[in-house]
């Protein structure tokens, strides 16, 4: 009978269990230290958390681990959050699994879990597994609200897990990690203008402007979350996020706003708002006193599907309403910026014509 409590327990929790649990439930320690044996019908995920099962782990099982291992009021962040969150953009999620708990937790890292600590702890989210749950959303959340439920695991929301990410950039690969350029060191060094790390911005810019784009997050929750960044980390996430409030929605339009800041002759352009006088068009800037559109054509927005055939539309229209339009390629705002510069000062001229 104690067994069938522990197994019960087990299957809401995706087959694992801790030894508090096992022990709470009836178990002795001797049944446990049995279970766990070499060739046993359990093994050892992490230290007091094991798996009623043999064989390999999937994601959900090391999810589920290591919320176990981290307590009740933890919630996974960092890359895996943002995958999570069905964003593209974040940096690759490797073995270890970043967890967020309470300040006050006495919780280390262990195994394949980070656990950070945090004196702003968030109200989770529930992560749902669409592989292994199939019910209705209200009745998976009534269930998860009484105890744990097979497949679904509590992660930070996504403004926090894209700031998160950014912050802790010193755990990321190399191109995610701002290196300064100046020999003689610079701890301010993202406040000074040409001190842009440039994949490390990139990156930045597109996983924040990815959040707000597809809408995983508002621009008010992100706004807060870089608001609270420590200042000598979150220097990345306030560069990224000054482009955002202005309205760039992707990281090449990004770099064309550090392009058009360096101008003698540009003044700020609207950054994807609606084309003055038709509210259905939306470039990604645009110059009224000149009639000038500068698009940025990103195969991640213009390439797939029937996006280009849109995209020909949308310039027709430009075009039928006395509208120039520019387009420009991410590799030639990398490659070509003066070239580029020069191209849309000159359009910018002739339309104040």
């Known amino acids: 009978m104690h067994h069938d409590h522990a197994f019960a327990l087990a299957r809401a929790q ?16 001797d049944a446990v230290k049995h279970a766990i044996r070499p060739g046993g019908p359990w093994q050892r995920v992490l230290p007091g958390v094991y798996a009623t099962f043999n ?4 994601p959900i099982h090391r999810r589920r681990a290591a919320i176990l291992h981290s307590g009740p009021r933890a919630a996974i962040s960092g890359a895996w959050a943002c995958g999570m969150s069905g964003l593209a953009y974040g940096p690759p999620a490797d073995d270890e699994i970043d967890v ?21 702890p968030p109200v989770p989210q529930l992560w749902i597994d669409d592989d292994l ?30 700031v998160e990410t950014v912050v802790r950039c ?8 701002p290196r300064c350029s100046r020999t003689d060191g610079c701890p301010r060094c993202w406040d000074h203008p040409g001190h842009h790390h440039d994949l490390a911005l990139r990156n930045a810019r597109a996983l924040m402007c990815e959040a707000v784009q597809r809408r995983r997050t508002t621009l008010t929750a992100l706004r807060a979350e ?24 992707s990281a090449p339009e990004c770099e064309l706003r550090d392009l058009v800041r360096t101008s003698r002759v540009l003044p700020e352009p609207r950054w994807n708002q ?7 068009i939306h470039p990604d800037a645009c110059w009224e006193q000149a009639r000038l559109v500068v698009e940025v054509d990103s195969r991640s927005f213009h390439g797939f599907g029937d996006a280009p055939a849109r995209t020909e539309e949308r310039r027709a229209r430009y075009a039928a309403h006395g509208w120039r339009v520019l387009p420009v390629s991410p590799a030639r705002l990398r490659t070509e910026p003066a070239a580029v510069l020069r191209e849309i000062e000159a359009a910018y001229l002739a339309g104040r014509e």
Not at 144 to 161: F, H, Q, S, T
């Open 14 to 29: 995706d087959g694992l269990i801790t030894r508090r649990q096992a022990l709470a439930s009836g178990m002795t320690k």
């Open 55 to 58: 064989g390999p782990l999937t």
């Open 100 to 120: 967020l708990v309470p300040w006050e937790s006495a919780l280390r890292s262990k195994g394949f879990v980070r656990v950070n600590r945090t004196t702003r």
């Open 133 to 162: 749950v199939d019910l209705p959303l209200d009745v998976l959340i009534d269930q998860a609200e009484n105890g744990p439920v097979p497949g679904i695991v509590p992660v930070v929301p996504p403004a926090r897990a894209v």
């Open 170 to 177: 010193e755990r990321l690969p190399a191109d995610w990690r």
């Open 226 to 249: 870089v608001a609270a960044a420590p200042r000598r980390g979150g220097a990345l996430a306030r560069l990224a996020m000054r482009d955002i409030e202005a309205g760039c929605r």
């Open 274 to 280: 609606p084309l003055p006088g038709h509210r259905g």
